[in-house]
């Protein structure tokens, strides 16, 4: 390997963290209202929570990829409706957040929890648009994609434990007010996401 090759792979990895970061700040902002959510939470559920994130910022530009070198017409034909639902989603677990901080205030207290399904739900609102980054990686050969995956995930996977821990922080200062604030928030991403196609 040369210093060509070495000036390479340097780039390659600065802009897979590059792309990382940026991928990663819906999931982040969702990790604080998580956090603001349910202050209590252990560093288990935290790294969950990261985890499933990062999981799924790993597999979607993956299947973008897999898109491109497939079906390239029928990807960028659904890609349009993309922000749509991204914005649905979120906007469906914001409104039921701000609901049960309103009308059910022990649901918002830290004892009610993240379902699965709905820590599912925000992974794929928030990494569906990373669908689009097989664009970006399509010249790549198999392993270098999964090598791009993979290193976003991690940078998703470490800034999205530090959103759920600056959100736990909030959290226990807001008391019951913080799951209204985490549900505007990811009805706030949810609208952002949507208005960026227009």
Not at 154 to 167: E, L, P, Y
Request: aromatic share 8%; glycine share 10%.
């Amino acid at each position: 390997m040369g210093p060509g090759d070495d000036m390479e792979w340097m780039l390659f990895i600065a802009n897979s963290l590059l792309l990382g970061a940026g991928l990663a700040m819906d999931a982040f902002s969702v990790s604080i209202a998580n956090g603001l959510n349910e202050p209590a939470m252990p560093p288990r559920r935290m790294a969950l929570i990261a985890g499933t994130f990062a999981l799924f910022q790993c597999a979607m530009p993956l299947l973008g990829w897999a898109c491109v070198h497939a079906v390239v017409e029928t990807f960028r034909s659904i890609q349009a409706f993309i922000p749509y639902a991204a914005f649905l989603l979120l906007a469906f677990i914001g409104g039921k957040m701000i609901r049960e901080a309103l009308y059910c205030p022990e649901c918002s207290s830290g004892q009610g929890k993240l379902s699965l399904r709905m820590l599912l739900a925000q992974g794929v609102a928030t990494s569906i648009d990373a669908l689009s980054v097989g664009f970006a990686i399509a010249d790549h050969k198999p392993a270098m994609a999964l090598a791009a995956s993979i290193i976003i995930a991690a940078v998703t996977f470490a800034i999205c434990m530090a959103g759920v821990s600056i959100g736990k922080i909030f959290g226990m200062r807001l008391a019951q007010k913080a799951s209204v604030v985490g549900g505007i928030i990811l009805i706030c991403i949810g609208l952002e996401i949507l208005l960026g196609i227009f």
